[in-house]
């Protein structure tokens, strides 16, 4: 990824919208079926997820600590993580202020 935390956190919303989109509007036009493939479609999911997040939030920092940047490689880490808070918090506000 970059060494610029808000794109960083834009990417990881990125991520996440699409596979909210996918799955709202993809459920209903499969349909209710239960098989033994939606829970294995579901972890698999998960794994993939969990290593997506893990390079968009992790991998710049890991390879600038990895060369000796430690303090900046801690503050990329943290920086990335407040703007995707904040990302969160006005997807919060946002269900709110629509919602009503």
Known sequence: MTTNPFINALAALGYIVTIVL??????????????????MAMLSLF?????????IVLYQPMVMFLENKK????????????????????LFVLQFIFSR
């Open 71 to 90: 303090t900046e490689a801690v503050n990329l880490f943290l920086m990335t993580i407040a703007s995707l808070g904040g990302f969160m918090v006005a």
């Open 47 to 55: 794994v993939f997820s969990a290593a997506t997040m893990s390079y």
């Open 22 to 39: 996918a799955i709202f509007y993809g459920g209903p036009a499969i349909g209710p079926k239960d098989t033994i493939f939606i829970p």
